[in-house]
């Protein structure tokens, strides 16, 4: 069982590499629509931000409601990087712990 461990320790980190890296996007993408630095009625932004609200709002929006009002500052995503990267290395750990 070892060698599946390991590579499913793999997968399972790489997925949890993609899914902060797509948060990254998504927090950065926002900022650059809501600053009008990029136009968000451009056909590919649109697209891509529409995926991304689809992945990531509703792993917000519960963040979000327990979160006290802050004036206008979002801090929700950091608490999601927090939340994933902490699910990534106990996974990781449990998948390297069954080699």
Known sequence: MGGFAYDLA???????????FGLLIYIILGLLVSFAVVNGHNQVISIVMGALYRIFEP?????????PN???IDISPVFLFIALEFASRILVRLLISLA
Do not use: C, E
Not at 12 to 20: H, M, S
Not at 59 to 67: G, K, W
């Open 59 to 67: 792993l917000l929006r519960p963040i979000r409601n327990l979160l």
């Open 10 to 20: 793999w997968l399972v980190d790489a997925v949890f590499g993609v899914l902060t």
């Open 70 to 72: 802050l004036g206008g």
